[in-house]
């Protein structure tokens, strides 16, 4: 015989705790009322209970109370907030002591209805290494991320992945995603900085039929197409603040209205999201805002570099070279231990991306299918290409054909000056990625300018189609009014 899930319901009004207990009920659960914070207290002390649902005002306290009561047991159980419209900063702060979730009065039974469901399925998929196995490493780095995976993946806050370029930030939300609760429904992933300006509202939260020229029929946007699941937000920092408020409203109130629609339409999924950017940078220029950046980062996890767990590339090598060889349909390379021991002196700020750029052409070049020193190429590196005096205008820049240099400290010193500008790699400073956009942006301006801003022989000459150098333009911020 199955037991009944032993729910706890706490609020100091009496027609709310009948609401919920009936609800419960009809959904085959048992149910324990407690008025205040004292009564509350003492039933836990008497029974065990699978779920607790709690107001956070209450004659005798808050629910932030009970929260941090209940964190503290062995086996913590989903705490899920229930909050009345201006306590949101406090519903926030139930979710940083680790409630599961929050809930809006007035509550609409639906969502009530799969929020419970979801934290009660949390309690039945505890995270194991095997939920979160794609995330290769051994390092002490590592393990501390996969347990931070494992702990986070039992709630549903937003959870703010901060790390470098190349780091695996979209590896680690997959990883949160399959360990959780939701793994059964999509994961959904974005970046939000490849979506033009004048779309990103339909991307996000779709359309109706007639909304706008173009719109032969209704669409679903990504918040949609990710209910019950999780939509990743990848390179949060670059939304503009219009979609910023749009977005800091729908992650409020669990609801988006589509483009041409009067009628709003809830949803259940859960936020995540990251960017290589320093987001406090971003608040103080008014590129990002405040309350935004409270809301979407309730838990931070920090992806370590590839630096920080230099024991983890002889893993990550084999790995990689079987991920590649699978791609390609051909034997695995091998690789020399020297050359091993050379990857391993390597400072990688691309990451780990950059380790695998740097292996797959190094299966490419080798011979006998095994991979020595000379196939790494890793003195190739960012000062040949723009110092170079047969650097030409078809030469791309882009973080996926740079190899950086081996020496940490040699990097500060790589320079280009041109004309008016000099730039100066510091690594403590500022991200490679930030970097290479200054440098590609200078080519790009002097070119524009010689071509007197003809965009078509601009691109023409740069050896690049008018599209790429359009997207390019849009995406360096480059004015081409």
């Not at 979506?195 to 918040?223: C, N, V, W, Y």
């Not at 078809?394 to 790589?414: C, G, W």
Request: glycine content about 4%.
């Amino acid at each position: 015989m199955t037991l009944l899930k032993n729910i706890l319901i706490i609020d100091d009004e009496p027609d709310i705790r009948g609401l919920l207990s009936m609800t419960l009920e009809r959904m085959g659960y048992s149910t324990s009322c407690a008025e205040n914070l004292s009564h509350a207290q003492d039933l836990l002390a008497e029974s065990a209970y699978d779920l607790c649902l709690t107001d956070l005002r209450l004659p005798d306290g808050s629910g932030i109370d009970i929260v941090r009561k209940i964190q503290q047991y062995d086996n913590p159980i989903p705490v899920i907030v229930i909050t009345a419209h201006g306590s949101m900063d406090i519903a926030i702060e139930a979710m940083k002591y680790g409630a599961f979730d929050f809930i809006n009065k007035p509550v609409d039974l639906k969502n009530l209805r799969a929020l419970i469901n979801n934290a009660l399925s949390s309690t039945d998929n505890i995270p194991t290494q095997s939920s979160i196995s794609d995330l290769v490493g051994e390092s002490s780095a590592a393990l501390a991320l996969k347990d931070n995976i494992a702990k986070v993946s039992r709630s549903q806050a937003p959870v703010f992945i901060h790390g470098e370029s190349g780091s695996g930030k979209e590896l680690v939300a997959r990883a949160i995603h399959k360990a959780s609760s939701r793994n059964s429904d999509s994961f959904i992933a974005v970046n939000c900085g490849a979506i033009p300006r004048e779309l990103m509202e339909s991307e996000f939260f779709g359309h109706t039929k007639g909304s706008f020229t173009g719109a032969h029929q209704d669409k679903q946007g990504l918040f949609q197409s990710a209910e019950g699941g999780t939509l990743f937000l990848d390179e949060v920092a670059d939304l503009p603040m219009e979609m910023q408020v749009k977005l800091l409203r729908a992650i409020q109130e669990k609801s988006i209205r589509p483009v041409g629609s009067q009628k709003e339409t809830t949803i259940n999924v859960r936020i995540l999201s990251a960017t290589h950017k320093n987001l406090f940078d971003e608040i103080k220029e008014n590129r990002f805002r405040n309350d935004l950046y409270y809301r979407i980062n309730v838990i931070e996890i920090s992806v370590p570099s590839l630096r920080e767990r230099q024991t983890d590339i002889p893993l990550l090598t084999t790995t990689l070279l079987k991920k590649i060889a699978d791609k390609n349909n051909e034997a695995s390379s091998k690789i020399t231990q020297n050359a091993l021991n050379t990857l391993q002196d390597y400072s990688f700020p691309g990451n780990v991306r950059e380790l695998e750029n740097i292996l797959e052409r190094a299966s490419a070049l080798c011979s006998d299918n095994t991979i020595h020193t000379d196939d790494l190429q890793l003195n190739r590196n960012i000062s040949e290409n723009i110092n170079n005096s047969s650097y030409n205008d078809s030469h791309r820049l882009s973080a996926e054909n740079q190899n950086i240099p081996a020496d940490r400290n040699s990097i500060n010193i790589y320079q280009k000056n041109n004309n008016e500008n000099e730039l100066t790699y510091n690594a403590n400073n500022e991200s490679l990625d930030n970097y290479l956009d200054k440098i590609e942006k200078n080519i790009i301006l002097s070119y524009l300018e010689k071509q007197r801003w003809n965009r078509t022989s601009t691109a023409k000459t740069l050896g690049i189609t008018f599209r790429s150098l359009r997207y390019r333009m849009k995406k360096l911020g480059i004015d081409d009014d």
